[in-house]
């Protein structure tokens, strides 16, 4: 048997006492790929994407191993949900404009020392000062550095459209004005260089593309780790005491950790290693978070039909954005339906090994997405399930 084919044994043998749709973590594969962050992350500590998560149960497992610390959030309203549940640490990775989650950061003393707030524009202390409601305890900031690449003269830009602060001279000026404003207290760096770290250079069938994916990402780093070393000694001018510096992620945790001005990487994705994760000659991973969808229909000779499955990924649609049929193999979409709402055909030769009421295992084209479609999670040691927990949407927390 390949190695795909035991674990579909073992994943098969453990859910047998579960109907599908059902969603597992595999915990070999994820505390291993915990293990390989830590080892690539080369003695700074890695604050955990929370968005790649998005269940309480494994942010506490993974936190609780050597070489974590902290959590990245993704809305205000999750970092105080976070913090109330015990977690002390969580950087709010994206500007809020929720105010009455800021009125209630402002008004308790222990959301106020456990989150910290992203800025990146003047107007936003405004909106936060304007929301504080007469709570008057201290805002932690951090700041975000945009990371593109620009080349002509400005005229090429690769990179998420994300902070508007670039130079030195820039982010010390926000950092000024951060560190004059009563209330606030400047704590954070953060440059989050998606184009190195979310894009891999390894496409199938495309070496053409793949090589001028690595050479952009070998231009990217050199440029931003010079930029970044400058802005970051421009912000400690202002602010000596600060906290942390956060880059990278998971495809770019070796080469971010290599910069002396970094003082810890942020990763995620690479704890349950979706299928955007599986072209990148820096890294490999095992998957460990799949979904399976129970086989409803034999429509005919290498077919069969199963329930729902069309989970596609945020971003911009393409046919990387969808989940892959992964067990068993050999299995693909029917070209003129695709994964649906409703039903999904698959095709090939596996297909007439396949009984009504069995399982098909996908693994989705994101991480924590994937939490946004089922309740729980079950967890899988050897070939059975030793615990399941609540995801986000199981305990009722849809933050967006």
């Known amino acids: 048997m390949t190695a795909r084919a035991t674990d579909r044994a073992r ?38 994407a929370s968005k790649s998560v998005r269940c309480r149960s494994l942010l506490e497992r993974v936190l609780a191993r050597t070489g974590f610390a902290g959590i990245m959030s993704f809305t205000l309203a999750e ?16 500007p809020s404009a929720d105010r009455p989650a800021y009125a209630e950061l402002a008004a308790d003393p222990k959301l106020a020392a456990a989150v910290t707030v992203m800025v990146d524009d003047h107007a936003q202390l405004d ?14 900031v951090c700041l975000e550095l945009d990371t593109s690449l620009r080349m002509l003269g400005g005229r090429v830009r690769i990179g998420a459209l994300r902070s508007p602060l670039r130079s030195p001279a820039q982010l010390a000026d926000l950092a000024r004005s951060v560190v004059r404003r009563p209330g606030f207290r400047l704590v954070g760096l ?9 894009v891999g250079d390894s496409v199938a069938g495309r070496p053409l593309r793949s090589r001028a994916i690595r050479l952009m990402q070998a231009t990217a780093r050199k440029e931003l780790a010079a930029r970044r070393a400058e802005v970051v000694r ?27 001005a970094v003082t810890e990487i942020a990763a995620g994705s690479g704890l349950y290693v ?34 729902g499955g069309g989970y596609p990924a945020s971003g911009a649609a393409g046919v990387d954005r969808l989940p892959v049929p992964y067990l068993p193999e050999g ?33 989705h084209a994101k991480a924590g997405e994937l939490c946004e479609r089922f309740d729980a999670l079950h967890l899988i040691e050897g070939d059975r399930v030793t615990a399941t927990v609540p995801t986000y949407r199981g305990e009722g927390r849809t933050f967006l």
């Open 11 to 48: 994943y098969d043998r453990a859910t047998a006492h579960l109907d599908a749709p059902v969603a597992v973590v595999d915990l070999e594969a994820f505390d291993a790929n915990a293990d390989d962050l830590v080892r690539r992350a080369a003695g700074k500590p890695v604050r955990v």
């Open 79 to 94: 970092s105080l949900w976070l913090a109330r549940a015990g977690f002390d640490d969580v950087l709010l990775a994206y």
């Open 127 to 140: 909106l936060i000062d304007a929301a504080r409601a007469g709570g008057t305890q201290e805002i932690r």
């Open 190 to 198: 953060m440059a989050y260089e998606g184009h190195i770290a979310g």
């Open 234 to 260: 421009a912000v400690r001018a202002v602010a000596p005491d600060l906290e942390f510096v956060n880059g990278g992620g998971t495809g770019s945790v070796q080469h971010t950790a290599a910069e002396d």
């Open 274 to 307: 979706p299928r955007l994760f599986d072209n990148y000659t820096s890294f490999t991973a095992r998957p460990a978070a799949l979904f399976a969808q129970p086989v409803v229909r034999r429509p005919g000779v290498g077919v069969v039909t199963v329930l």
């Open 331 to 363: 299995l693909r979409y029917d070209p003129q339906e695709g994964p649906g709402e409703v039903q999904t055909p698959l095709l090939g030769a596996p297909a007439d090994d396949l009984l009504i009421g069995d399982k098909v295992w996908f693994r």
